[in-house]
């Protein structure tokens, strides 16, 4: 039993290398490491060392085992320090290639009316134990509600709303030079993609992900929408944005964010008060096309939130979208979410390497985004039987897109997260919630195949 078993995790580990093989050479990985800038060092070829560190997380190595005390590689551990803390390396150049490419291969599988979207969102890179990474900063985590050690890592992606591509990244610092635990502290040209980086990290982040989005799009990037969380939504930056791309983002009642209705400036409370609502059991109470500051005009959508007499608000750039379709769109947002849980829980995002060089983090973060583009790819594949060839290709349905009930599902575990990082709230509530709430779905459901079931009846007779 235990020779098969062996003989089984040794099958599996040929095929993970095929795999891994094959897509180093569909997406020409070395020549795009080239490409870029990054090019042969101390003897060894960087992509041998790419591949190794890629291989990590599947192998169940971190760096020190796997790459500082792994005498069987081909290459010494400074040959990867180096790979990994250059600061001449391009790395955003090689995530843009490789993602462009990997997008326009999703694109050939899908209809051109197919809505792709790019997500933008932010998350905490936690490095609480450590007190002289570079540019290392108290930055606040808004789940916990409560400042630790680490950095903000601003990530833009493309979805289809089969597969998610990680596009571009910013791993930023705090603005503010009180917040940051420790500076710069190498020597740099400052036409070097590492002092760039550096810079970045301490601009703003408005300014950060403008420059994302319109790099994405000069690469040749397809996106119909831009979605965003409601921590983007200011009118200056949804101003800013929709020059470049439609905006669709979850909105919050703040004092300090305003909609001109019928010549009267509101907050986000006091415009649904003013809105009819739809009666029943509607998903959309009600929307409404609004200005915001600046004289951006806006449509606002209201929908229903099950479990109690709030609502979720959802604002458009787009004033011709249909209601139901916003909602659907936004939905496509949960894909950036699942990202970030996958890159930090078993793709090592945040534990593989302790590195206190800021270029070190920037190439190893790029590695792991890689590693998910790799899963997307293969997870594709299995789920698509267009990816078998021209053949398949022709004869079989895409694979289909988010529909309206998944994007209301995925906006109800959205709030429900909300509701248990508040921690005011019990677990025993919050599941007495949602069965609650899937009660009434079964209801709902069973009501309208009823209706269907008579009037089918109805039709045959």
């Known amino acids: 039993m235990e020779t098969t078993s062996y003989f089984e995790a040794q099958q599996e580990a040929k095929q993970l290398q095929s795999r891994i093989a094959s897509f180093f050479d569909t997406f020409t990985i070395g020549t795009l490491l080239n490409t870029s800038g990054i090019r ?18 599947f192998q169940g ?3 020190y085992r796997g790459i500082v005390l792994n005498d069987n590689v081909a290459f010494g551990k400074d040959a990867a320090y180096e790979l990994l803390a250059s600061p001449k390396y391009n790395w955003r150049a090689f995530m843009l290639k490789l993602s462009a490419l990997v997008c326009r291969y999703y694109d050939a599988l899908t209809n051109d009316d197919r809505v792709k979207v790019l997500i933008a969102d932010d998350s905490v890179y936690d490095r609480g134990r450590s007190k002289k990474v570079e540019l290392l900063a108290r930055i606040f985590d808004h789940n916990s509600r409560r400042y630790l050690n680490g950095f903000k890592l601003l990530q833009l992606g493309w979805s289809d709303g089969a597969s998610f591509v990680p596009l571009d990244f910013a791993l930023r610092s705090s603005v503010a030079k009180k917040n940051r635990l420790q500076e710069s502290t190498k020597e740099l040209d400052k036409r070097c993609c590492g002092s760039k980086r550096r810079k970045e990290a301490t ?25 965003l969380d409601s921590w983007f939504c200011f009118s200056g930056l949804i101003a800013r944005l929709s020059k470049d791309i439609p905006v669709i983002c979850m909105a919050k009642d703040l004092k300090s964010v305003l909609y001109c209705h019928k010549n009267v400036h509101v907050r986000l409370s006091e415009l649904y008060k003013r809105l009819r609502k739809k009666p029943g059991l509607a998903k959309v109470l009600a929307s409404t096309v609004v200005e915001m500051k600046g004289g951006t005009a806006v449509k606002v959508v209201f929908v229903r939130h099950r479990n109690t007499r709030k609502w979720l608000a959802l604002l458009s750039t787009d004033l011709e979208l249909a209601d139901e379709e916003i909602v659907r769109i936004y939905g496509k947002r949960w894909d950036i979410e699942v990202f970030f849980k996958m890159a930090k829980q078993h793709l090592n995002l945040e534990r593989e390497v302790q590195l206190r060089d800021y270029d070190g983090l920037i190439g190893h973060t790029t590695i792991v985004m890689t590693r998910y583009i790799f899963l997307a790819f293969e997870q594709r594949h299995y789920d698509d039987p267009r990816t078998l060839g021209s053949l398949f290709h022709a004869c079989c349905d895409e694979v289909a897109d988010i529909s309206l009930l998944e994007s209301m599902k995925r906006l109800l575990a959205l709030v429900l997260d909300a509701i248990r990082s508040t921690g005011e709230f019990s677990e025993q509530i919050i ?3 949602i069965d609650v709430i899937m009660g009434t779905a079964v209801d709902i459901l069973n009501s309208h195949q009823a209706c269907t079931s008579v009037l089918n009846g109805k039709t045959v007779k």
């Open 40 to 57: 042969k060092l101390k003897g060894t070829t960087p992509l041998v060392i790419f591949q190794a560190i890629f291989m990590l997380p």
């Open 203 to 227: 601009t703003k982040t408005p300014a950060v992900l403008e420059e994302m989005v319109k790099r994405v799009l000069a690469r040749g990037v397809r996106a119909d929408y831009l979605l």
């Open 61 to 63: 190595a971190n760096f």
């Open 431 to 433: 599941s007495s919630m």
